[in-house]
């Protein structure tokens, strides 16, 4: 069953992402280097973090340097704290860098390898110890709750529903008579 609107899941999309790959096209990865990365929308800047990088063989660290708005008092907090960088060898020769999470899952360190970092609340974190999900995953049952209603399976209503170029089967009017039914005020009477 989806998830519905009032316990819908925070989506990357709606984080600030911080990615390997970007580090690395721009030939960041390096012995010691200083930069600050910045996030826009619509032309206007939402975010900046400034992080140093320090490479040491097939291993380093990256450290991140920002300051955190709380969004609801406006409590301004510095934030400066490491995450773990390792590379790997890929099948045809070079290496490609992974971070590793800071973040701690149940009171454990996360330690998980990925290419990809947000920003959701103070820390940088794997989508995993921040309970992300995608756009698309929530997208794709956003019609669930409707078949459950009149009984049909999510399956089923999705042909029923978005297939309306072919000519319906008389299994498929009764099912789409009863969705319209069942949307329909109580206090309407159909003739």
Request: with cysteine; aromatic share 12%.
């Amino acid at each position: 069953m989806g998830r519905y609107f009032y316990n819908r899941k925070t989506t990357v999309e709606e984080t600030l992402a911080f990615n390997i790959k970007r580090i690395k096209d721009d030939g960041l990865l390096k012995n010691s280097v200083y930069a600050t990365s910045t996030w826009t929308n619509r032309g206007q800047k939402i975010g900046s973090v400034g992080y140093f990088i320090s490479i040491d063989g097939n291993t380093g660290s990256i450290t991140f340097s920002y300051t955190n708005t709380n969004g609801r008092t406006g409590e301004k907090t510095d934030m400066n704290y490491k995450a773990g960088l390792v590379s790997t060898p890929c099948n045809f020769g070079g290496r490609r860098w992974w971070f590793i999470c800071p973040l701690k899952r149940n009171g454990h360190p996360c330690l998980k390898r990925v290419s990809v970092l947000y920003l959701d609340g103070k820390y940088f974190g794997c989508r995993h110890c921040h309970n992300l999900t995608y756009q698309s995953c929530q997208d794709s049952h956003k019609f669930d709750r409707i078949y459950a209603m009149i009984g049909i399976s999510p399956h089923k209503g999705r042909r029923l529903f978005e297939r309306n170029h072919r000519k319906r089967t008389k299994e498929e009017e009764i099912l789409a008579d009863r969705l319209l039914y069942k949307l329909l005020p109580k206090k309407i009477k159909i003739k």
